[in-house]
């Protein structure tokens, strides 16, 4: 029975906490949405999701309304608690996206009802990958995050790095923050400073984070409160206090997975300069098929099935990649003819189709460069949960799940997906995929 219970806002970062969980020794499956009680629990219950340490919620709460994001946490929390969970965990980004409304606060203050708690914290820092929090200021490689380019984001712009007054204006108590002096000073001062906080009636608190030692620290301090907020960072110094308290066993082998057959294929509907080398790297010495977006608006399943003609026959020969990623000045051509959303909904929509072809005809490994695109293959498959596996590159694991397919009545199909968003992965990330963990 999982004893973690983890709600996150968005897909990817679902992906990253669970990520670090695994390789910090704790079994774990991220459910995509709400899950039902019937999958989590009782006799039905999926076998990955019954053997977990965690279980990972993926929401995509992040930018909807604050009322829409409490409901569905809150439901999250509600399956989560009738399946075991002991301890639980509302993910964010390292960037505390959120608007000033929301949804961070409300989210949290909310989970701290319903599990009748008093207090948690905020620690969104991730000092490796440059995210740390100082005086309760958000610094990213460096510039205060409202320099970081944060600022000009189209649904979440960041324009205050001072977290304690951004937290407070979505927050319905007062906001505290917990110094790095502090938690230099050790656990025992932490958990002086948290109580001293909740006899002022502060409910959340933002904690500075310099270093990974203050990850530790932080961790040991909070590993018995019922609810931890933060980023990915944090959940590294879980998993040994939850150890050091006797609350799990951590396990060496947590990420591995039974091992793949089956044929090998990649699509890519990422333009980020890092898959732009990624899909160079691979073509250079395997079989690689660009999609022209034109074509597909001019009769969009003569496009797919001539991609599906050259790419199933390849297969049993070795991993297939068809991509429309691009450089920035095709990309802009493409939406000037066909406008922004048609040029991505097309793109999407054909590598989603595309990725059906190939598991139907036997591809059992599949990976998909790009987050809105790793949406679009996981809708279209029929993927509900993801066993976390090993990682390939920082941030980004291997998983397995189980899908129906439809044109097949047969039991259900074990499928091997990694799923990278833009930037993230070595330049031979693709040549990798032909990965089996025998
Ligand atoms: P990333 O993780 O790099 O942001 P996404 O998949 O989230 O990648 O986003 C890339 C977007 O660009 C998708 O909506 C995709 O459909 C679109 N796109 C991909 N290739 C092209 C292209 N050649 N022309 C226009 N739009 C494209």
Not at 22 to 49: K, S, W, Y
Not at 245 to 261: S, T, V, W
Not at 282 to 307: G, I, K, S, T
Request: aromatic residues 6%; glycine residues 8%; hydrophobic residues 45%.
């Amino acid at each position: 029975m999982a004893f973690l219970g983890c709600i996150a806002d968005d897909f990817t970062g679902a992906t990253d906490l669970a990520n670090n969980l695994v390789r910090e020794g704790m079994r774990c499956v991220q459910v995509i949405g709400v899950p039902t009680l019937e999958t989590v629990v009782g006799p039905n219950a999926n076998a990955d999701i019954a053997q977990a340490d965690a279980i990972v919620v993926a929401l995509k709460s992040r930018t909807t309304p604050v009322a829409e994001a409490v409901a569905e946490s809150r439901a999250a929390l509600a399956v989560l608690q009738q399946a075991g969970c002991q301890r639980f965990f509302f993910k964010y980004c390292s960037t505390f996206d959120s608007t000033p409304e929301g949804n961070i606060g409300p989210v949290a203050e909310a989970l701290l009802d319903d599990l009748q708690a008093d207090f948690a914290i905020a620690a969104p820092a991730f000092p490796v990958t440059g995210r740390i929090v100082e005086d309760g200021i958000l610094w990213v490689n460096g510039v205060p995050l409202n320099e970081s380019g944060m600022q000009h984001h189209p649904l979440t712009p960041m324009t205050d790095a001072n977290l304690v007054r951004w937290l407070g204006a979505q927050s319905q108590s007062e906001v505290g923050l917990i110094d790095a002096h502090t938690i230099d000073d050790g656990v025992e001062a932490v958990r002086e400073r948290a109580a001293d906080l909740q006899s002022i009636d502060v409910r959340l608190a933002i904690v500075d984070t310099l270093n990974a030692d203050h990850l530790d620290t932080l961790g040991q301090a909070f590993a018995d409160a019922a609810l931890i907020t933060g980023g990915s960072g944090i959940a590294l110094g879980l998993p040994a206090a939850y150890e050091q308290h006797g609350d799990i066993q951590r396990r060496p082998n947590a990420g591995q997975l039974e091992a793949f057959g089956g044929h090998c294929a990649i699509v890519s509907g990422s333009c980020s300069t890092q898959t732009q080398a990624q899909v160079a790297a691979f073509a250079a010495e395997h079989p690689a098929l660009a999609l022209d977006p034109l074509a597909l608006a001019n009769d969009f399943d003569q496009a797919v099935d001539a991609a599906l003609e050259w790419a199933l026959p390849k297969l049993a020969a070795g991993p297939v990649l068809v991509y429309s990623t691009d450089a920035p000045e095709a990309v802009a051509a493409a939406q000037a003819q066909l406008g922004n959303a048609q040029a991505g909904e097309l793109v999407e929509s054909a590598l989603a189709r595309i990725s059906q072809g190939l598991v139907d005809a036997g591809v059992r490994r599949l990976m998909v460069a790009g987050g809105e695109t790793s949406g679009a293959v996981v809708s279209a498959l029929g993927v509900d949960w993801l066993r976390i596996g090993p990682q390939i590159d920082p941030g980004v694991p291997w998983t397995s799940t189980q899908i129906s397919r439809l044109s097949d009545n047969e039991s259900p199909v074990a499928l091997a997906l990694a799923l990278k968003s833009g930037n993230f992965g070595d330049t031979d990330f693709f040549t990798r995929a032909t990965w089996s963990s025998s």
